[in-house]
């Protein structure tokens, strides 16, 4: 049986723009990616990095169905 865990990370990003969204989910990430399977969006325009994301972290990406 394998264990499911829910983690929320938390970094303080002064812009809200695509560019430094993108760079701090990378960086706040990139020590935990092997624990990264999935990454849920809200469908905010900050988040159309979200490719470079699962790329930079081998995982993939959902959105909240509004």
Do not use: W
Not at 20 to 28: F, G, P
């Amino acid at each position: 049986m394998s264990e499911k865990q829910n983690c929320d990370l938390h970094y303080p990003c002064r812009a809200k723009k695509a560019d430094a969204v993108k760079q701090a989910m990378i960086d706040v990430m990139e020590p935990v990616k092997k624990c990264v399977k999935t990454i849920t969006y809200d469908n905010g325009k900050e988040f159309v990095g979200h490719t470079a994301v699962n790329k930079a972290l081998k995982c993939k990406s959902y959105f909240a169905t509004p």
